[in-house]
């Protein structure tokens, strides 16, 4: 009897499924190495791809024409697109499995690769490029626990039901390759003397980059404007306090000074009546179960957290400490079989003392409201993230990890507890013919938000304009009619503040809808199938427009940077900068999933899109030049100093100068003009930069300085009390960062 050739998407995947299948496994390596390629036993043979092990070839590969870059070869669309091994690294793997796949003794190959888009293309291009012709079964995983990994070998999928899936795949990453390397190549050829390096565009990153950049366009136009408020503080019998603010009508916005400061003197240590006091309940729902987008929101919001660094520790939770589901989902639904499931889940969750009480709430109900809570027909190839059935090791786990699995966890018991309930207190002051506002808020019933401590903030008031409201207090017993004392009057003085930058936690929010601002969930719901790339692909957008220099991280916020304004800047209105038309995209490439739209059909319109591109690109960018920016006198020589694409000098082609030279590129970030220029004037940069990155990947910010050797070279070195973004011993990394390599970056003769 012939063995099955397991293949997983990763070695750790690999020897969890080693512990469910019949053993013992014998580790195996190919010839004359070391390194372990796959595991045998009795009947499986378990190997994996590490991750994308086969990709997309470039155009070079098609044609050796396309080795140069020029417009008349352009667009590029291929008949049939060519697969290579990824690199040497690669390389090595994929012998393994090609090797595997070829065995005589081999009858089937089960495709253990992540249950998803994503996963399905790694193994397709894997299967097609070794060139195998074996029946192939699917794994299908939500959990990695132990039960569900043996569920998922007794009811394996035959491979030919996912063919809808990998068509999907396989047209999203050919239409990505043709808009993107189309796009990128005409933009490149047009503006190559204008910009550093080739000019990035794609079907997914440039619509993102242009919501960023659009806002800040508005950033920058915002001018603003001044108003005052009043706000008093009242005093009625028995030492009751409370404050309010001045109203017009439902304007509180008073638009001189001397209009404020009259009303102030007006009311000041006069004697008021309370002419309103209503009280309304208000009751709120728990919020639906954690698909990706909102999970990565949320802890963007609570923790600072990046969407790459929260999809990490969700999928560390999945795939290491088998306490979370499946994380890169859009459904925040579960469905109908898992029911049984759902008090066990509770059970293992409240073993842990913070979690008790509200666990053993959820386990003591008769029935489970399960109404906003399990839906088959809103999720599809997986459910919402919930803890897994199994025993939860939080012990084992780091602190990234800890706190995605505390948000998961909670959110998963507060779906199944009641509404919370508020009561909310209006109060009308009136004081010589002068009207103030209160409003008061307490939680009467805590409901879902005991979850979480009765103390939790109302994410709704979060976004909230205190300078229009006035804050939320904790109100007397007050009576309408009774009179006060005037006992504070003051005037406020305020302007109108810009919209703010996006974060991580609004950008996704308004990828996930195309651009539009939703809050509501159900709405959002509904908007799903049309927003900017997937669950599982928003956040390697986002790090991959920082990584072109797009992007930086300024704290939590996201500001494009002066390369990245003028890329929209010079693209305009054109389509591929609407977040619709890739939204558009989305949706059709969520039907071909389904098998509701043809492939085909699909392909023929991308290339299309990718002709009429290239000819809109030529025609507009073909006498378009950026000026390179002036950043005034040399500090060496008195010659201008002017920025060309490595570096800001005082020399350039026709004048040698005296060789001072500012490099852009350290650690990781290239050095904007206006870093450059600050260096340059005061020799040192004022408050940190952001966007370095040290050894490990990990960014940071860090005051920089320019300074001057003993051979009278100059540099540009940090000069800090390091600053790296979400660690609290900022120490920690900064020996990485102050290696030799990455401080040389600017000489010059003295």
């Avoid at 796959?38 to 994308?52: F, M, Q, S």
């Avoid at 790694?122 to 569900?148: C, H, Q």
């Avoid at 859009?330 to 898992?338: E, H, I, Q």
Wanted: glycine residues 8%; aromatic residues 6%.
């Amino acid at each position: 009897m012939g063995k099955t050739l397991v293949i997983a998407e990763k070695p750790s995947v690999g020897r969890d499924l080693a512990r469910v299948l019949p053993g013992p496994f014998e580790k195996k390596s190919g010839a004359g190495e070391k390194s372990e390629r796959w595991l045998e036993g009795p009947e499986h043979i378990i190997t994996w791809a590490v991750g994308h092990l086969v990709q997309l070839a470039e155009p070079d590969e098609y044609d050796d024409k396309f080795k140069k870059w020029r417009m008349a070869d352009l667009p590029i669309v291929p008949s049939r697109f060519k697969l290579v091994v990824r690199d040497e690294r690669s390389q090595k793997q994929m012998s393994a499995v090609r090797q595997l796949l070829r065995r005589d003794d081999v009858d089937v190959v089960i495709n253990a690769c992540d249950a998803g888009r994503e996963g399905e293309l790694i193994f397709a291009y894997l299967y097609e490029k070794a060139g195998a012709k074996k029946p192939v079964r699917r794994l299908w995983l939500n959990s990695m626990t132990n039960d569900a990994m043996r569920e998922g070998f007794q009811h394996l999928r035959d491979g030919e039901e996912l063919r809808s899936l990998e068509e999907a795949a396989r047209s999203r990453s050919e239409a990505d390759w043709i808009v993107g390397m189309n796009a990128t190549r005409a933009a490149t050829i047009r503006l190559r003397s204008s910009f550093d390096g080739a000019v990035s565009l794609g079907r997914v990153q440039t619509p993102t980059l242009a919501i960023l950049t659009r806002r800040e366009e508005e950033i920058r136009a915002f001018v603003p404007e001044p108003y005052w408020l009043v706000d008093a503080r009242f005093e009625a019998d028995g030492n009751r306090t409370y404050e309010g603010r001045f109203h017009a009508g439902a304007k509180p916005r008073i638009a001189k000074a001397e209009e404020a400061e009259a009303i102030a003197a007006a009311v000041r240590g006069r004697r008021g009546e309370i002419t309103k006091l209503e009280k309304t309940t208000r009751k709120e729902r728990a919020p639906l179960l954690y698909d990706l987008t909102s999970l990565q929101r949320d802890a963007n919001t609570r923790y600072g957290f990046s969407a790459r660094r929260t999809l990490a520790a969700a999928q560390r939770c999945y795939e290491e400490h088998k306490a979370l589901t499946y994380p890169r989902t859009s459904s925040r639904f579960l469905t109908g079989d898992m029911v049984p499931e759902l008090k066990p889940i509770a059970g293992h969750v409240g073993r842990r003392g913070e979690y008790a009480k509200a666990a053993a709430y959820v386990t003591g109900l008769d029935l489970l409201p399960l109404g906003r809570v399990v839906d088959d027909a809103k999720v599809g190839d997986h459910h919402a993230i919930i803890p897994t059935n199994a025993e939860h090791r939080l012990e084992k786990m780091n602190e990234d990890d800890r706190k995605v699995y505390d948000m998961v966890a909670r959110r998963f018991l507060a779906v199944f507890h009641p509404e919370a309930v508020f009561e909310n207190t209006r109060v009308e002051t009136t004081v010589a013919s002068h009207v103030f506002r209160t409003r008061g808020k307490v939680l009467v019933v805590p409901g879902w938000r005991g979850v979480y401590g009765e103390g939790t903030p109302d994410e709704a008031a979060a976004g909230r304009d205190e300078d229009d409201e006035g804050r939320d207090q904790q109100l007397p017993k007050l009576e309408k009619g009774e009179g006060v004392d005037t006992r504070k009057v003051e005037v406020l003085a305020k302007e109108t503040k810009p919209p703010r930058r996006y974060t991580d936690a609004s950008l996704l929010a308004a990828m996930e809808t195309a651009g539009k601002l939703v809050d509501d969930d159900e709405l959002r719901e509904v908007m799903k199938d049309s927003g900017i790339g997937t669950p599982a692909t928003r956040a390697a957008i986002i790090e991959r427009l920082i990584d072109v220099g797009y992007v930086e991280r300024d704290g939590r916020a996201l500001l494009p940077t002066e390369k990245g304004m003028n890329v929209i800047r010079l693209l305009g209105e054109h389509p591929l900068t609407s977040p619709s038309l890739t939204g558009d995209w989305e949706k059709r490439l969520a039907e071909i999933e389904r098998g509701d739209e043809a492939r085909e059909r699909f392909m023929s319109d991308i290339a299309k899109f990718a002709g009429s591109t290239v000819g809109e690109l030529d025609a507009k960018l073909k006498d378009v030049r950026i000026p390179r920016a002036n950043l005034g006198p040399c500090p060496v020589c008195g010659r201008d100093i002017n920025e060309n694409r490595k570096g800001y000098s005082c020399w350039g082609r026709d004048d040698p100068g005296c060789g001072f030279v500012i490099w852009k590129s350290k650690a990781g970030k290239n050095l904007p003009p206006a870093v450059a220029k600050e260096l340059i004037a005061r020799g040192k940069t004022e408050k940190p930069v952001t966007g370095f990155k040290g050894r490990s990947g990990r960014s940071f910010r860090a005051r920089l300085a320019l300074m001057q050797n003993e051979e009278g070279k100059w540099r540009v070195e940090f000069d800090e009390p390091w600053a790296k973004e979400g660690l609290k011993a900022p120490e920690a990394d900064a020996a990485e960062a102050e290696a030799p390599a990455e401080t040389a970056d600017a000489t010059a003769a003295a």
